[in-house]
């Protein structure tokens, strides 16, 4: 009997290993298939999804409205579904004018496959087909955009974009997006295929762009830097890319660490005499002090809502691609010097600003939420000399000292309740949702009173009772 259960145990035991052998061999192949799976990393990558830290600050500037272009948005929300037939009529206008068949761009893009999907972060899921006419269906309608904006004579009378201006403005800023691009190489291989009549005016698709977004775009003094794309000397990667590229030119070495963290705001540079002068560089970061004179010249700068989507993409792509933190280390440095209403009122009058928004404080709000999403880098940052330089001329004549005082004090006010804003909103989106939400709050909160009410009384009364 005790054998017949040693041998029992022993076969048990044996048919409890084989089990695990078969779950370890199970789990190994699953895992194999896992990896075998993963998509190559690819040094072509240029398009990239925007942080979740990025997206928390302002989620909308980084999401289409009204029209997706590539994979990662397409077949969003229902109102860019809605610009899916406008884009298919461009891409009949586009054939059209082409003289090639339909069949000869589908093979066209169908042989760039491969290489149009390395060029994103994001592993894409759709199948061979749904890629390659998402792809040739939003690059022609780009390119479309673009011809038909520099040549009014080609539009339908019947044009539903072009006829309402609210539209084509909300496309050419969903065209400002990181999310919403496709890669350089496949406008400029469709734009080759053009019958060459039709461009009069226009020859090149740098040519096309460059009227498209300098016609649009509120950064003064950045005509000169289109230059450097018509003759080819730098490779576009795609809009953001070249919006980037084109406000900013470096004119030192980056590499340069940061002694003092914090630096005097417009208005207390302004009382310790500092004179401030419009620069008449077209380079975004070219911000210079001359030290002998006490002269800080900036580069004009608009406060918009345009203005905003350009540098937070532009910020984003940075982050996701370049080692250089030009946008990043601008916009610290910008939220430095316009802590305040008052500095940006300053720098109005003197015209070196422009402001776009309802007031002031919406415009020092605006630079506040954009540094949100910034990093300071101590050990390497652009406008590092220029800290220094700042930092070490302001010195406050002693008959100002208590006028500068008193300001400073009402910076740190005004940052205080733009702190207690920001804490009545979150509360207001946490917990007033909805009217039984609030009344729940208010209940809680007032049975909580009661019961200290009910505590102070009960300590009272055996106090007397003692």
């Not at 799976?37 to 398009?47: A, F, G």
């Amino acid at each position: 009997m005790e054998f017949v259960d040693r041998e029992r145990k022993q076969i048990m035991s044996n048919i409890h290993l084989i089990d695990i052998i078969d779950i370890e061999d199970a789990l190994v192949d699953s895992m194999g298939k896992d990896l075998q799976s993963l998509w190559p990393l690819s040094t072509k990558c240029v398009i990239y999804k925007v942080s979740e830290r990025l997206r928390r600050v302002k989620e909308s500037a980084y999401t289409p409205k009204v029209v997706s272009i590539g994979p990662l948005h397409h077949g969003g929300h229902q109102g860019l579904r809605a610009m899916e037939e406008h884009k298919l009529r461009y891409l009949k206008d586009f054939i059209d004018r082409t003289g090639e068949s339909l069949k000869f761009f589908v093979d066209f893009v169908r042989k760039n496959e491969a290489k149009l999907r390395s060029c994103y972060a994001e592993t894409i899921q759709f199948s061979v087909d749904e890629f390659v006419k998402m792809i040739l269906v939003d690059a022609a309608f780009i390119v479309e955009v673009l011809l038909k904006s520099s040549d009014r004579k080609l539009l339908d009378e019947n044009d539903r974009i072009f006829n309402e201006l609210w539209l084509i403005k909300d496309i050419w800023t969903d065209m400002l997006l990181l999310e919403n691009q496709l890669p350089f190489f496949i406008l400029e291989d469709l734009f080759e295929k053009y019958n060459k009549e039709v461009l009069s005016e226009y020859p090149t698709l740098v040519q096309l762009i460059e009227y498209f977004f300098k016609f649009r775009m509120e950064s003064p003094g950045i005509e000169d830097r289109w230059e450097e794309f018509s003759s080819g000397d730098f490779k576009i990667k795609h809009f953001v890319d070249l919006l980037r590229h084109v406000q900013l030119k470096p004119v030192k070495e980056h590499q340069m660490k940061l002694k003092k963290l914090t630096m005097p705001n417009v208005t207390e540079l302004h009382e310790a005499g500092v004179r401030f002068q419009v620069s008449r560089s077209e380079n975004l970061i070219d911000i210079k002090f001359d030290k002998k004179n006490g002269i800080l010249e900036i580069p004009s700068f608009i406060f918009s809502a345009e203005t905003e989507l350009i540098i937070r993409n532009s910020l984003a792509f940075e982050q996701h691609h370049y080692s250089e933190n030009y946008i990043n280390d601008y916009v610290i440095l910008m939220n430095q010097l316009f802590e305040t209403p008052m500095d940006i009122e300053l720098l109005v009058k003197e015209g070196i600003v422009e402001n776009r928004f309802n007031n002031t404080r919406e415009g020092s709000d605006f630079l506040y939420k954009l540094a949100g999403g910034a990093i300071l880098d101590q050990y390497d940052f652009y406008f590092a000399s220029l800290y220094e330089e700042l930092n070490s001329f302001y010195i406050i004549p002693w008959h100002k000292y208590w006028k500068v005082t008193l300001h400073r004090w009402n910076a740190k006010l005004y940052k205080w309740n733009k702190k207690l804003h920001r804490w009545k909103e979150d509360l207001k989106e946490k917990y007033f949702t909805s009217p039984w939400a609030a009344i729940s709050i208010f209940a809680a909160i007032f049975l909580f009173i009661l019961t200290i009410i009910q505590t102070v009384c009960s300590v009272m009364q055996s106090g007397k009772a003692k």
